[in-house]
């Protein structure tokens, strides 16, 4: 069966979320956001593409940066309304130079700051 973008179920901006995953270990890095176009780009190139809410602009991962996201593969929840980005990840993925975006947990009601930035 092909792929058809039409059956994912986008928001009301016209936007479906994303979780990019290490495809190796597991270790989940982050969460953005894809418009139809950013699907089609991602699926095309290769190179990982979010719509960036804020710039309303495409944002290919580590376009400027380096820290590149190459799809292995892209999966789909079974509600069709949040995507999964298996990658591999050259660098890393959190803007403030960590490996994950997910670096702080909450422990006994306090914040825990788990790894620091990459240098």
Same mark, same amino acid.
């Given at each position: +069966?092909?792929? #058809?973008? #039409?059956?994912? %179920?986008? *928001?009301?901006?016209?936007?479906?979320?994303?979780?990019?995953?290490? =495809?190796? &270990? $597991?270790? /989940?890095? +982050?969460?953005? @956001? +894809?418009? %139809?176009?950013?699907? =089609?780009?991602?699926?095309?190139? !290769? %190179?990982?593409?979010? @719509?960036?809410?804020?710039?309303?602009?495409? @944002?290919?991962? !580590?376009?400027?940066?380096?820290?590149?996201?190459?799809?292995?593969?892209?999966?789909? *929840?079974? *509600?069709? *309304?949040?995507?999964? =980005?298996?990658?591999?990840?050259? $660098?890393?993925?959190?803007? &403030?130079? %960590?490996?994950?975006?997910?670096? &702080? =947990? /909450?422990?006994? #009601?306090?914040?825990?700051?788990?790894?620091?930035? +990459?240098?």
């Amino acid at each position: +069966m092909a792929f #058809d973008p #039409d059956t994912l %179920r986008f *928001d009301a901006a016209g936007l479906i979320p994303c979780i990019a995953q290490e =495809a190796e &270990t $597991g270790e /989940v890095l +982050m969460l953005a @956001w +894809m418009n %139809r176009d950013a699907v =089609a780009k991602t699926l095309e190139t !290769g %190179r990982v593409t979010y @719509w960036s809410r804020s710039r309303q602009a495409f @944002w290919i991962k !580590g376009e400027t940066s380096g820290h590149v996201q190459h799809l292995v593969e892209l999966r789909l *929840d079974c *509600d069709r *309304d949040c995507l999964l =980005a298996l990658v591999r990840q050259e $660098g890393p993925a959190c803007h &403030t130079n %960590r490996r994950s975006c997910f670096y &702080t =947990a /909450v422990r006994d #009601d306090a914040e825990v700051e788990l790894s620091k930035p +990459m240098l």
